[in-house]
């Protein structure tokens, strides 16, 4: 009866093994796709926060630019002739643009 005792023992022990064993293996399959798609909304997520920094800065620039336009005539100059106006008694000069062999512009 004690030998027979030890092979019980033995062969709960090896069922309890497998019986964990499996359960784990069945937990890390559970659950891996919802580890992939938890990086997936994570990586969506950073392209999203990128794009706001991206936004946030282009907002200041402008509220920049706005704020000078409206306290710096200098500035207002400066950005009127780049887009072609002139003061009175100024000529505004347009040179073609030279272009190489290939079409491109040098």
Known sequence: MQQTEKYWILINRIVLAAVTVMAAVGIVLAFTPKVKQMQAYQN????????????VVAERELK???RRFLTDPTYVEKVAHEVGYANKGEMIYHFPEETGSNGSPL
């Open 64 to 66: 920049e630019k706005q």
């Open 44 to 55: 969506t997520r950073d392209t999203f926060q990128h794009r706001i920094d991206v936004t």
